[in-house]
Structure formats: C-alpha cells, structure tokens
C-alpha cells in the first residue's frame, strides 16, 4: 500500500526566504506526483504535475523534482510571500489515475 | 481553465437523516470523478471512484450502502450519506478528470462541501 509522507509538518519563514518542503513515498511504481496547494477550508489548487518520466517541472517561482528511484519529491518556492501561506499536499498518482496524498505541510510566510 | 463546482458548500444535518452533495464539471467532460474525505489536519482519503455509466468503485473500508454514488451523466456526480452520524461529519472533496482533453492526468478539484451532522 502506498504511503506518503510530508516533512516538514508546519514551517514558518520571513518573507522573501526560499525554502523546500520534501515528500517522500514508500512504492516507486507511480505514474505521476502532484503537488497541490490548499486554502484553509477550500479545496485543492494544482501547482505542478510531475510525470513519471520527468524529473524536474517549473512554474513562476515554484520548481519540483522528481526522484522516482529513491521515493522523493521537493517542491521549492522562490523569494516566499505572505500569500504563499497555505497548506501544501503532495500527492502520487498511482494505476487508475488513484491520488494518495501526505497530510501536508502548513506554511506561513510572514511579512 | 476546468472548472468544477460542489454544492452546498456546507450543510447541518441532523442524524439519521440522508444528505446529497454534487459534484459537477463545468467545462468538460468527466467519465471519472474521484470522491474523497478529509478529516482536520489530515490528508485527503479517497472514498470511491465514480464511473459515468456504471457501478461505482468504493475504497476498503467504505461502506457503499452508506455512501451512495451515481454518475448519471458525464458532466454530473452525486455523493448521497444515508443515515448520517455524527462520525460522518468532515469536509468532501470530489475531483474529475479531463476525458476528451490530452492531459488526460489531470485532476481537478471540486472546492469541497463541510458536512455537519448534529
């Protein structure tokens, strides 16, 4: 059964900081992994979607990577913002297009 | 971009009553929706596949004559809780995937529904 887990489990930084949050996942069988961004008491926002194949995807300031062979994926964010502050979810895409998600990590970005 | 919209967006129900939530894409077509529950400060569990057309698949664990789930059309999911108890409470999530587009991986989520039931 696939499990994914997400570290740190809250982290808070002064704006402007660049910081990485990591997820790692205990089968390497997966299709793709998707990291998710959500609002207290909304729902989920894609950020970025990593194919199986693919080892890096970029968009504005957010850069994931891919390490499929050792179960890893970091989601870096560039020069954090007060509205970066969120809860982000990583999760793996496994047979029947099936999300597993971590439990997340709660960011705050102070100002 | 694909839209897809829940309703209500939150509900009070007493127990032992039935509660119906929908799930619609707004801008494609979904054969696949995905319905999952999200306790606080926990990670989102997928409940059931939901297939336009067919049975849907539950998860283990999840007893489907208690979560019942029609995809009566390709735009359309329905997540009706029978006889809810207070243990049913917690926030509802559903997702479509894009079946006529060509990032067929794509998921996209519904802004979820919170279900109280007192």
């Known amino acids: 059964k696939q499990e994914v887990t997400q570290i740190p489990a809250a982290l808070s930084v002064p704006e402007g900081e660049n910081l990485v949050l990591n997820c790692s996942f205990t089968?390497?069988?997966?299709?793709?992994l998707q990291w998710f961004r959500q609002d207290p008491g909304k729902g989920l926002t894609s950020l970025l979607l990593i194919q199986s194949s693919q080892r890096e995807q970029t968009s504005g300031r957010l850069n994931a990577s891919l390490d499929k062979s050792s179960g890893r994926s970091t989601l870096y964010i560039a020069a954090s913002q007060p509205g970066d502050s969120a809860t982000y979810l990583c999760?793996?895409?496994?047979?029947?297009?099936?999300?597993?998600f971590g439990k997340g990590t709660l960011l705050t970005v102070n100002p | 971009g694909a839209v897809v919209s829940q309703h209500p967006s939150w509900v009070i129900c007493k127990s032992g009553t039935s509660v119906k939530i929908e799930c619609r894409s707004l801008d494609f077509q979904a054969t696949t929706m995905f319905w999952y529950r999200q306790f606080p400060k926990q990670s989102l569990m997928l409940m059931a596949t939901s297939n336009e057309g067919s049975k849907a698949t539950y998860e283990q664990g999840v007893e489907k004559d208690k979560f019942l789930i029609n995809h009566a059309s390709l735009t359309l999911s329905t997540l009706t809780v029978t006889s809810a108890h207070p243990e049913d409470s917690s926030f509802y999530i559903c997702?479509?995937?894009?079946?006529?587009?060509?990032?067929?991986?794509?998921?996209?989520f519904g802004p979820g529904t919170r279900l109280t039931v007192l």
């Open positions: 999760a793996v895409g496994g047979s029947n297009y099936k999300l597993t």
């Open positions: 089968d390497s069988a997966i299709y793709n």
């Open positions: 997702s479509a995937r894009d079946s006529g587009g060509g990032r067929t991986d794509t998921q996209y």
